[in-house]
């Protein structure tokens, strides 16, 4: 019985148990592209994506994965700024995720990341600028059916995608009629 519960329990945390069907697609329909940091210096966080770590081929995607309450599945390139010499992102004192610039410097550098799709609707409404540095091709399918158009900030989060990315879907119509 004991070992039952345990394969089973080893069965729901695999990544492969925990994708959701069709969640391996951006935002264009199309295979899924890395939210790629192979190009960043970043000792501390050298991948993104809610399944990164080891060798996993699910590093630097941002998935959808059943486990994913935060929904990191916009890829975005966090903007650049330096305190004392330091690198960081403003996007982690932006979202109040980090206290100061200070300890944003401890954060992810800038660069490619996988966000949560409700802190990028949060930061669309203070930073409409913010939608410049959407990554479409690693972005996932997923916010796409998931954004309510009924929520003012998700409406304006999935007409950003929308617009940046060039996609023609019936949800995108829907929301750009929309005021």
Not at 18 to 31: E, K, T
Not at 112 to 140: K, Q, V
Request: charge should be negative; hydrophobic fraction near 35%.
């Amino acid at each position: 019985m004991m070992m039952e519960w345990r394969v089973l329990l080893l069965a729901f945390l695999s990544p492969s148990f925990a994708l959701r069907d069709g969640d391996q697609q951006n935002v264009h329909s199309q295979p899924l592209e890395k939210c790629d940091r192979s190009m960043i210096n970043d000792p501390r966080y050298p991948h993104t994506g809610f399944m990164r770590g080891g060798d996993n081929s699910l590093n630097d995607r941002c998935t959808a994965t059943a486990i994913d309450s935060g929904s990191h599945y916009v890829c975005v390139n966090l903007p650049e700024a330096k305190i004392d010499g330091e690198l960081y992102s403003p996007f982690w004192t932006k979202t109040g995720q980090a206290f100061d610039e200070k300890e944003a410097t401890s954060w992810p550098k800038p660069g490619p990341w996988c966000i949560c799709m409700w802190a990028f609707a949060n930061m669309l409404g203070m930073h409409p600028e913010f939608a410049d540095d959407l990554n479409c091709n690693a972005t996932n399918h997923w916010v796409l059916e998931n954004y309510n158009v009924q929520h003012p900030g998700e409406l304006r989060a999935l007409k950003a995608v929308c617009g940046k990315c060039g996609v023609k879907s019936d949800k995108c119509t829907e929301a750009m009629a929309l005021p």
